[in-house]
């Protein structure tokens, strides 16, 4: 399988705190994208983050790329209650055309 | 905004039967995927579709097949169902991106039980 991995698998903090993940991948990629999922809902696009990018910022959102060591991470500052959920990394394999691979996803949850 | 619209929200099928998950994009999007979800393993991509009537094999095609006739529609075929095959599934569609790469959008996933 070229599946990613995620880490930690699950994540609990407080309010107002930094939660940070990492998503590991295997192959080579053309970008590399974050996804929330809500409960038992389907996925929402946060960010994506080209292969010649190494660090890139949308609102609270932070995430960035080594593709030296096929790693990544994302880091949510400032934590809400509302943030609870899977967040799950997405790489673009260099194939020619886009095929997505989902990494296994962290359980985010943020306490009040 | 952009729809993606899965055809069942919650679905009970028996064991062995011929089963239909159809997916509709309202976005004119080149690209299409089908994913099923569960507990610890993440998404796994079961097939994708970049242009009408083309397919291309994910990581875990067996014991599925698609359809895409239309641009708009891209439909899994569970061929004979079995309980193993009792997930969530999950689709999605993207712009062709031209290597650029484009954020997909999803369904709200069907939630299939095989009994």
């Known amino acids: 399988s070229q599946q990613g991995e995620e880490d930690p698998q699950a994540l609990s903090i407080q309010e107002g705190e930094n939660a940070t993940m990492n998503c590991s991948y295997k192959t080579s990629i053309n970008n590399l994208q974050w996804y929330r999922q809500n409960s038992g809902r389907g996925l929402v696009h946060l960010i994506l983050i080209r292969s010649n990018e190494r660090e890139k910022h949308s609102g609270r959102l932070r995430v960035t790329l080594d593709t030296s060591k096929k790693s990544s991470s994302l880091l949510i500052t400032a934590s809400r209650a509302a943030d609870t959920a899977s967040y799950f990394c997405a790489t673009d394999e260099n194939t020619g055309f886009q095929k997505l691979v989902f990494g296994t996803g962290t359980r985010l949850l943020v306490s009040p | 905004d952009v729809k993606v619209t899965q055809s069942s929200r919650y679905l009970v099928k028996r064991t062995g039967e011929k089963v239909f998950l159809e997916c509709v994009q309202d976005?004119?999007?080149?690209?299409m995927f089908w994913y099923r979800q569960d507990p610890g393993l993440g998404l796994r991509l079961i097939y994708f579709s970049y242009d009408v009537k083309m397919k291309e094999k994910g990581d875990i095609p067996e014991g599925y097949s698609v359809s895409r006739e239309k641009k708009e529609r891209f439909s899994l075929i569970l061929e004979s169902a079995s309980t193993n095959q009792t997930s969530m599934y999950l689709c999605a569609s993207s712009l062709l991106g031209g290597g650029r790469g484009t954020e997909a959008f999803f369904g709200q996933g069907t939630r299939l039980t095989v009994v």
């Open positions: 976005m004119d999007h080149e690209n």
